[in-house]
């Protein structure tokens, strides 16, 4: 691990993949390429933990996948959300912004 | 629902485990591949960017592996592995793990042999057709008890309760004697009336049951019907058994059927060999039987007619009741009542079941504490230990392991321990009821207590044992584990890598625990008291001198032919018999007595002396008969301390003569002059005594009691009675005499019965026999118990340092040595032994005035059971203090230092 990108916990592991897929199907690889995109390249996912994420995520029923041919005729595996996977996502993300609100307060708090 | 879906897909992905892998190697491949393409397109060379995009992608086997364990069925490995890990740490602490499973299996294992016993009793199918129709009738006198009734009584019953009842069955039992070349055997049979099979629905299981026809004429129906055990012991369970005959009272009985297996006889517990028709009873059992109205022997049970209650049939009997009582026929005692009892309500005997009842819940509430002991034990031990391991779960926590996992973890440990303790509890409560099921108590005259209730080995196989016993097994431990477990992983876990910190010291639990094991060592000490109170009774009671019997002597029980003999015939039959046994060789004396002293059947007679007032409240004196001939004295050893014993010229045309014990002698006639007195007695039936001799005391009805008063009388010149022992003192071992004595017999007349024989030591051991098995019982509940209370100190102490495992680092490293801190640590578990047995000693002297009346020769202050039990207790929990914490203070200081 460098020090330049930081690691994912599990937890918000599996919030940032379903975050990456609320807009569209996407392959697993695609979804690295996302989320670090987003974060301005300061999040890197192992994949030694996105796949076990996705397999897992499925296994819960939060995402499906099916093989799609992508836009240079190559074929992938593209995951979508699950209607339960996007009530999910948005519990966590309820539940996130209350804890980062929270935690921020805490730092910015005045001595 | 979630989770069935969850184990589907589960279960689906097992099967599709090629295809998920497949396409796992596609989804690299792919990924690398794009990673492949973004690096060239940012410039790199071919080669160098497959090598950059596999860098960055890590391990693809890695990447393998982690996803496979999410489509496997990662749970089910999970289980297993928790297992297996969960075995692997029992097999290091081989210690803990033991006590743990030995105090789980002897809570579980007693619970489950009462569970057996009860569930057998409570769900056991009645083998009668509508019980719900069916009562049991007793005798009362003044409402109070239920006693078999008497013939008389129930014909007049059976006549005026035609419209209540659509019929009445009675039955009762006698000892068998059962003629097979050379030996007596005795088994118990049962004459029932000739409806009684019909009447309840008991087909037989082939042949045909015993019919009214089989009951008409007074002997003239020699039939009988075999009980599926006897039919399986004595005849190999022959089925062409119908036909052959079976000898009984010396005549030929056709055997006409064979009961079925379930039916085990009209009296719970005393299951017969044989039915015969009851007009066969007076034959069989040499004495008269059903014309007598006070005789009462017979147990009775009737069908209420159809639409018709209880109540109105006991309405009705109280009418019979009433018109008896007016009519007053010789042997109605006036007032006596009919008592009806529903056939379904009677465990064994109205008069013993409360106590039954009482004795069963009392016992189930013995085991179920014995189980609540046992699950303190084991929770503390697992507390212990789960704090023990604060610092591996610290550690795996940090590692990553959820606490989910690690209390799953911990939970399957504990379910595995009490798995093992189930299935060691299940082998105790086989072993308990094997024990309880083969108890052959050495009853006389053939008696056998059947306490196999249809218990047998394969009951514990039943489902509802085995579902009990893994039930209570597997929760017991899940519940057991589950605070330690919570407790255990709780810990913050910065504080627990860094100081060790073991979660909170609950101080409420500590305090219940410590409440526990007080409790458990003050009952335990009760218990060892009561144990060795008895033990000391028994002892006491095996030195005991009765007073006769000393030397080897055989007993030989007869029963006469009385209904083919005079009483003269009778007196002549039995000299023959002692004649022939006198010239036997290694045979030095040979008496007769009836009752044997120390049986169970006690006689007495009534009688007033010339000149000596009686107690206002008294209508005459009152001492212990027995029957005997001249030579009894000598037989049983006894002596003739003045006077003389009965002679040949006692005769029936002479003057009726006693001889009475020295007891006796000294209480009616202190100064010495008690031979030519009379004692006059006032039963019409019996002649006036003059007493000739004065014989040294013996034990009568208990051993060790203080003599008694006894009148011994000369069968020559009495009625003649169906059954004599016949008490021979030999020169050699007695068993070796006895075939000889029963062939004599078979000599002189084939009807004699031989009832039993037996020695005398046999039958003095008889009568030791009750204290003997309170000694036993007591002993094992003690030892139970005590083992029990010494794995609570165990836990205890052990809990103690392992929460103290860092003070005594510090002491230690300060300079404490072994010594100080095994003290130390062992105080806590000492002072509450200390406390527990104050307790257990003051309440054994409670205990000990309740039982002092069951006690022999043994004062409730007895000074060996009360110091020795508590010593041996003491003994062994200083052990179960002294060892867990002698190894804590064993330990290297700094390594405890370290641990924390």
């Not at chain 2, 330690?484 to 909170?504: E, H, I, V, W």
């Not at chain 2, 218990?527 to 000391?536: C, E, I, S």
């Not at chain 2, 098995?773 to 029990?788: D, N, Q």
Request: overall charge positive.
């Amino acid at each position: 691990m460098t020090k330049d990108r930081s690691d994912v916990l599990q937890g918000t592991l599996d919030m940032l993949v379903l975050r990456a897929l609320q807009l569209e199907p996407m392959h697993g690889w695609g979804i690295t390429e996302r989320i670090e995109q987003w974060s301005e390249h300061v999040l890197q996912l192992g994949q030694g933990t996105l796949y076990p994420a996705l397999y897992r995520l499925e296994r819960q029923d939060f995402i499906r996948s099916e093989w799609r041919v992508t836009d240079n005729n190559r074929r992938a595996r593209y995951y979508s959300l699950t209607a339960r996977g996007r009530r999910h996502l948005n519990e966590s993300l309820a539940q996130w912004k209350r804890m980062s609100r929270a935690i921020n307060l805490v730092l910015d708090a005045v001595n | 629902m979630g989770a069935l879906i969850d184990a589907w897909r589960r279960l689906r992905a097992l099967v599709r485990r090629q295809e998920l892998e497949d396409r796992l190697d596609d989804e690299i491949r792919f990924h690398v591949e794009q990673q492949v393409e973004k690096n060239r397109r940012g410039g790199m060379a071919p080669d160098e960017a497959r090598r950059q995009a596999l860098i960055r992608f890590g391990g693809v086997e890695q990447v393998r592996e982690g996803t496979r364990d999410e489509f496997r069925a990662a749970r089910l490995e999970h289980f297993a592995r928790d297992v297996r890990y969960g075995l692997r740490s029992f097999c290091h602490h081989p210690a803990f793990s033991a006590m743990a499973v030995l105090s789980l299996a002897i809570g579980i294992g007693a619970n489950a042999a009462i569970f057996g016993v009860v569930q057998t009793m409570l769900f056991r199918a009645s083998p009668l057709t509508q019980p719900e129709t069916l009562v049991n009738i007793y005798e009362t006198e003044g409402g109070r008890g239920f006693n078999p009734m008497s013939h008389p009584n129930i014909e007049d019953l059976r006549k005026g309760t035609t419209q209540v009842f659509s019929g009445i069955a009675a039955s009762t039992f006698f000892p068998a004697p059962i003629d097979s070349s050379g030996t007596a055997t005795i088994v118990m049979g049962e004459v029932v009336t000739g409806g009684a099979f019909a009447l309840l629905g008991v087909e037989p299981l082939f042949g045909r049951a015993i019919l009214p026809e089989d009951d008409v004429a007074r002997g003239g129906h020699p039939v009988v019907m075999l009980s599926y055990g006897y039919w399986q012991r004595a005849f190999g369970a022959d089925p062409q058994v119908v036909g052959r005959t079976l000898r009984l009272g010396g005549r030929a009985y056709t055997i006409i059927g064979v009961a079925p297996a379930h039916y085990r006889g009209a009296f719970p517990l005393l299951t017969p060999a044989f039915y015969v028709p009851m007009a066969m009873a007076n034959e069989l059992m040499g004495v008269e039987m059903l014309s007598q109205r006070n005789s009462h022997s017979f147990f009775v049970k009737a069908r209420l007619a159809p639409g018709v209650t209880r109540e109105q049939a006991e309405h009705s009997a109280s009418l019979v009741a009433e018109s008896l009582t007016r009519a007053r026929p010789e042997g109605w005692v006036p007032g006596e009542r009919f008592s009806l009892v529903s056939t379904s309500d009677v465990q064994i005997y109205p008069g013993v079941d409360p106590l039954l009842r009482a004795a069963a819940l009392l016992l189930g509430g013995v085991v179920g504490l014995v189980l609540l002991l046992a699950c303190t034990n084991l929770a503390s031990v697992l507390l212990a230990r789960t704090l023990d391991r604060g610092r591996e779960v610290a550690v795996r926590r940090a590692l990553g392991a959820t606490r989910g996992t690690l209390v799953r973890q911990l939970l399957v440990e504990s379910a595995l321990l009490g798995f093992g303790g189930a299935a060691a509890g299940l082998v105790l409560a086989l072993a308990l009821l094997h024990v309880l099921v083969s108890i052959d108590l050495p009853l006389p005259y053939g008696l056998k207590l059947d306490l196999n209730f249809g218990i047998n080995s394969t009951l514990l196989f039943n489902w509802r044992v085995l579902a009990f016993t893994a039930g209570a097994g597997v929760l017991t431990g899940i519940v057991l584990g589950l605070v330690p477990a919570l407790q255990g992983t709780r810990a913050d876990l910065n504080s627990a890598l860094k100081s060790g910190s073991r979660g909170s010291d609950a101080p409420g639990p500590l305090r219940w625990r410590n409440a526990l094991v007080v409790a458990q060592v003050a009952m335990s000490l009760v218990l060892l008291v009561g144990a060795g109170l008895f033990l000391r009774s028994w002892q006491q009671m095996l030195s005991v001198d009765p007073g006769f019997g000393r030397a080897p002597t055989s007993v030989l029980s007869l029963m006469m032919p009385v209904a083919r003999l005079t009483p003269d015939q009778t007196v002549q039959r039995t000299r023959r018999v002692l004649e022939r046994f006198r010239a036997l060789p290694g045979v030095e004396a040979a008496g007769l007595v009836w009752p044997l002293p120390l049986e169970f059947a006690a006689s007495f007679t009534d009688f007033t002396i010339d000149g000596r007032v009686l107690p206002s409240d008294r209508e005459a004196f009152r001492a212990d008969r027995a029957t005997v001939d001249g030579a009894f004295f000598d037989a049983a050893g006894m002596a003739i301390v003045a006077g003389r014993t009965f002679g040949e010229g006692d005769r029936r045309d002479t003057q009726p003569v006693a001889v009475i014990s020295q007891a006796m002698a000294r209480r009616y006639w202190p100064n010495g002059d008690a031979l030519g007195r009379i004692l006059r007695r006032p039963d019409p039936a019996e002649p006036d005594l003059v007493v000739v001799g004065v014989a040294s005391d013996i034990n009568v009805r208990s051993l060790g009691e203080a003599p008694r008063d006894v009148v011994y009388e000369n069968y020559a010149q009495g009625h003649g009675s169906p059954m004599f022992n016949f008490v021979v003192r030999a020169s050699t071992d007695p068993a070796r005499i006895t075939p000889a004595l029963v062939a004599a017999t078979r000599e002189i007349d084939p009807d004699l019965q031989v009832v039993q024989s037996t020695t005398m030591a046999q039958h003095l051991a008889m009568s030791r026999l009750p204290s003997q098995i309170g000694a036993f019982m007591l002993s094992v509940f003690a030892a139970t118990a005590m083992a029990l209370a010494a794995i609570g100190v165990y836990g205890l102490v052990r809990y103690t340092v392992a929460m103290r495992t860092r003070e005594v680092g510090i002491r230690m490293a300060l300079g404490a040595d072994a010594a100080d801190v095994s003290r130390l640590l062992a105080t806590n578990g000492l002072r509450l032994v200390l406390i527990g047995g104050a307790i257990g000693i003051a309440g054994s002297l409670l205990v000990a005035r309740f039982i002092s009346t069951l006690l022999f020769g043994v004062g409730r202050f007895d000074p060996i059971a009360l110091i020795g039990a508590p010593f041996v207790l003491g003994v062994v929990a200083w052990l179960a203090a002294y060892l867990p914490a002698r190894r804590a203070s064993r330990a290297d200081p700094l390594a405890a230092l370290r641990t924390e």
